[in-house]
Nanobody, 119 residues
Framework: QVQLVESGGGLVQAGGSLTLSCAAS????????MGWFRQAPGKEREFVAR????????NYADSVQGRFTISRDNAKNTVYLQMNSLKPEDTAVYYC????????????WGQGTQVTVSS
């Protein structure tokens, strides 16, 4: 079992930055790929970014490529999402998840953190 807790969400103006954190507890955090997903009101949850357990590979949705950076610190059992040049369309609840890198649905999920970008 892996428990995940996100933090760092909030309200920011367009063009601003936020860094989300996801703290993991439980077994074998470092063996899991980690992902960030988001869900805007009235929309389905969508993939944002993923990172291999070793942090040697990352992958991003086209909509955030070049603006967001995913990273992880296995010694701290934490994964991060640095978000720059935020846009109103980035407004959503952001979730971190643990599982297999290319899985359609990850195994463990956090409760989510709200990110709101004002225009």
């Amino acid at each position: 079992q892996v428990q995940l807790v996100e933090s760092g969400g909030g309200l920011v103006q367009a063009g601003g930055s936020l860094t989300l954190s996801c703290a993991a507890s439980g077994r074998s955090f470092s063996s899991y790929a980690m992902g960030w997903f988001r869900q805007a009101p009235g929309k389905e949850r969508e993939f944002v970014a993923r990172i291999r357990w070793s942090a040697t590979f990352t992958n991003y949705a086209d909509s955030v490529q070049g603006r967001f950076t995913i990273s992880r610190d296995n010694a701290k059992n934490t994964v991060y999402l640095q978000m720059n040049s935020l846009k109103p369309e980035d407004t959503a609840v952001y979730y971190c998840a643990a599982g297999s890198l290319w899985a359609a649905n990850y195994d463990y999920w956090g409760q989510g953190t709200q990110v709101t970008v004002s225009s």
